[in-house]
């Protein structure tokens, strides 16, 4: 499965860094996406900070396949200005440990409001914020995500077909399943767009789940992608714990989310890995 790389999301395992790699090593994944880093987040960093990783990431033998950066992640009534210090950093960051790519989102929508009467300002901000990744020859890549304007597959269409020449699309099955979307569908409407994937599942109860034991069609996503002649990123995002802000399923759930919940982030880390290498082991 050569062009399936594998990258992770480190911070789901441990906090330190360095840990991190050696932990993603442990599974065969010499690739991250960094977000929590030291207990800081990404996009915080300096560049002195942001050169230390570069050697740790050298000295372990582990490459980057993204930033896991926040931007895009706040209220559309917050001044843009206020982040663009972060995005600057998100952006050194790319340049100083060797990626192109950029994890971003489409603003939050004032709840329970029609995404579209927000459309013109949401074109604006990105407008803003892909205008300053073009000079950099970097790669803003957008993540369908809740409660922002492409949480959804319309909303995510509309946005590649404005912006897909110079912005590309993370696909999120898991997302997908809690915006009550159908993955085929999903998948067939942006499959033009998918620069890499996040890899988590969940049930129809919406439960996260390993990779292949939900309804996120994983394993017929990633069979149409071994067939692209490109390299493509699998990065785990395991969700597996239910973390703060995921508790608010409702309580006749609670067989299947105990089904999935693991006493230590090591087995519940262990559990996700073992899921997706299953789902590419077992593709035709």
């Known amino acids: 499965m050569e062009n399936l790389i594998f990258s992770a999301f480190g911070d789901e395992l441990t906090a330190s860094f360095r840990d991190q790699l050696v932990g993603l090593k442990e599974y065969g994944i010499h690739h ?18 942001l050169q230390e990783l570069r050697k740790t990431l050298d000295q372990e033998g582990c490459g980057v396949s993204a930033i896991g950066s926040p931007i895009g992640k706040y209220s559309l009534d917050e001044d843009l200005s206020i982040h663009l210090e972060d995005y600057e950093r998100v952006i050194r960051a790319a340049k100083i440990l060797g990626t192109n790519k950029i994890r971003m989102f489409s603003f939050f929508i004032p709840k329970g409001e029609n995404p579209r009467k927000y459309r013109d300002r949401v074109f604006k901000g990105i407008d803003v914020l892909l205008n300053r990744a073009v000079r950099e020859n970097l790669l803003l890549c957008h993540e369908n995500e809740h409660g922002i304007y492409g949480e959804k597959v319309a909303e995510c269409v509309d946005l590649m077909e404005n912006f897909g020449d110079t912005m590309k699309f993370v696909y999120d099955p898991c997302n997908f399943i809690y915006a009550d979307e159908d993955n085929r569908a999903a998948f067939s409407a942006l499959k033009p767009w998918v620069e890499y994937l996040h890899i988590k599942d969940a049930t129809k109860e919406k439960a996260i789940c390993p990779a292949g034991e939900g309804i996120g069609y994983i394993p017929e996503i990633l069979g149409e992608l071994k067939q692209q002649n490109r390299d493509i990123f699998l990065t785990l995002e395991p969700h597996l714990r239910v973390f703060t802000g995921l508790n608010d399923l409702s309580s006749n759930h609670e067989e299947i989310l105990m089904r999935y919940q693991y006493p230590t982030a090591k087995e519940a880390f262990t559990a996700a890995v073992n899921g997706l290498f299953s789902v590419v082991n077992n593709l035709k």
């Open 32 to 49: 991250i996406e960094p977000r929590g880093i030291d207990g800081k987040n990404i996009s915080t960093l300096t560049d002195s900070e």
